[in-house]
């Protein structure tokens, strides 16, 4: 049987499993044209039509990025606010940098402090094999490929910055320092 990222499979993670329990918490369908959406804002950026695009076209360009800073709210809101990411960040052909592994805020108590991914919730590889306009990366992997290069400058200098302590590994630590450079180097939305 072949499956796409909009079918809910929890097996993993203790059910549901009938076909009727999911029906009942399932709220989005899978549109099969939607994987070959491009970003109209990719075909300007590589002037290119529709016709001409024959590869992922998030791999033959310098990439844009979107990053995803957690609240410290529960789990439905990080959930709905990451769905409207994954859309912006389709939406506009950026990069999609997933926040690094934390606590979430009322799963803490009931898993015994284990910190999550958005990983743990959505499978990402399927996402970026199935969607050929969106391309999502870890926090780790974006400090490693553009922080750590000199790519990313100081918005007050033009200088290079890197991450406090060169760190590109932030699960499960104090995350103020890592939001504070990215905002000190990246355009934000505030």
Not at 1 to 16: F, K
Request: charged share 25%; hydrophobic share 35%; net charge negative.
């Amino acid at each position: 049987m072949s499956y796409s990222h909009a079918e809910l499979n929890c097996s993993r993670h203790g059910g549901p499993y009938s076909e009727e329990e999911v029906s009942e918490i399932v709220y989005w369908r899978d549109i099969p044209s939607d994987a070959f959406f491009v970003s109209p804002f990719y075909l300007k950026d590589n002037k290119k039509s529709f016709e001409e695009i024959s590869i992922p076209p998030m791999s033959n360009r310098k990439p844009k990025y979107l990053t995803f800073e957690m609240d410290g709210s529960g789990w439905n809101n990080i959930r709905m606010g990451f769905e409207n990411l994954i859309l912006l960040a389709h939406a506009m052909a950026r990069t999609l940098v997933l926040p690094p592994k934390r606590q979430i805020f009322h799963m803490a108590d009931k898993s015994a402090g284990r910190v999550f991914s958005l990983d743990d919730f959505y499978d990402i590889d399927v996402i970026n094999k199935e969607q050929m306009g969106l391309n999502i990366i870890t926090m780790e992997e974006f400090l490693k490929r553009e922080a750590l290069s000199g790519n990313l400058k100081s918005l007050e200098t033009g200088e290079s910055a890197y991450p406090p302590s060169n760190r590109t590994q932030w699960d499960n630590q104090r995350l103020n320092p890592l939001w504070n450079y990215l905002r000190r180097v990246t355009k934000s939305f505030e």
